[in-house]
């Protein structure tokens, strides 16, 4: 998929190149989605349940490369999330699992994982990106045997949104940070 968008149809709004809305056991693999525009998102998961994404490369998204809301078991691996003008990936009140991926050069976070969202990262790698991954409300993070490379920070823990009532949680086991200045920060939520 190149250089598509999203549209309007039937009076519903799709905002991204591809879109799978209130759908259930699907698998995508071997694609490659690059260069969208005009509307945010290259891949775009809501109201989803067992979605399988493996070796799927997002290449330059004009904002997230792929968002994923009020989704639950969503299993990517063997993917790749590159240049994304905002976030590599984004979640929302989701449950996922990410296998042996690269989110790199996001113009945001490589990750960014909110509104009540857990995340399982294995054998990943998030470099280059203004923010590794950022972690927010009530959300929470299992990392291990990832890298953190050259990314301007590597972890952020905030409180974003208060109707959550936390900020997030991050635990990281047996992985390697290789950033310049391996910087991390939570707030007193966090």
Known sequence: FDGGSGAIVDQIYYTSMLSLHDTKNVKLSNIILRNNHIYDDSLHLVYCDNIELDNVVINNAFGDALDIDISKN????????????????????????IDASIMKGAGDK????????????????????????????????????TTFDSNNSNINAYQK???YGDGGSIEIYKSFFKSPDNKFSADKKS
């Open 74 to 97: 969503i299993i990517i691996s063997n993917s790749k999330f590159i240049n994304s003008v905002n976030d590599g990936i984004d979640l929302m009140e989701s449950e996922v699992l």
């Open 110 to 145: 490589g990750i960014s994982v909110g509104e009540n969202s857990n995340l399982l990262l294995y054998n990943s790698k998030i470099t280059e990106n203004i923010i590794g991954i950022a972690v927010k409300d009530k959300s929470s993070v299992k990392a291990i045997y």
């Open 161 to 163: 949104n208060f109707q």
